[in-house]
């Protein structure tokens, strides 16, 4: 079975760091796949925050973290991560990883065409 895992999640004041983890089994994130972070807020839309083109690099970001916020990956361990610094309130939230095999970017943000996989998500809480 595929599964997407996130981790790292917990409360922080704000201007706090975490850092969070999406380790991926049963797939091998590297081959030809974007992973993406998503935030959702109850009573809002799901929003994508970061992105990153696992085979290639190239990378996008929301306006509201670019400059805060960093994603990498590890592709020895399978596992994509963002790096939240300078954390605001308004970062709280549940955050999911998540993996698509349909993705392009432009402008700085990138776009899934379909999402394949979904992790079970991470909370976030700064005050």
């Known amino acids: 079975d595929v599964q997407l895992v996130e981790s790292g999640g917990g409360s922080v004041q704000a201007g706090g760091s975490l850092r969070l983890s999406c380790a991926g089994t049963?797939?091998?994130?590297?081959?030809?796949?974007?992973v993406g972070w998503f935030r959702q807020v109850p009573g809002k839309e799901r929003e994508g925050v970061a992105f990153?083109?696992?085979?290639?690099?190239?990378?996008g970001y929301a306006d509201s973290v670019k400059g805060r916020f960093t994603v990498s990956r590890d592709n020895a361990k399978n596992t994509v991560y963002l790096q939240m610094n300078s954390l605001k309130p308004e970062d709280t939230g549940m955050y999911y990883c998540?993996?698509?095999?349909?993705?392009?970017?432009?402008?700085?943000?990138?776009?899934?065409?379909?999402?394949?996989?979904w992790g079970q998500g991470t909370q976030v809480t700064v005050s």
């Open positions: 998540a993996a698509s095999s349909g993705c392009y970017c432009s402008g700085g943000y990138c776009y899934f065409r379909l999402t394949n996989y």
């Open positions: 049963g797939i091998h994130l590297s081959s030809a796949f974007c």
């Open positions: 990153i083109v696992t085979s290639g690099g190239g990378s």
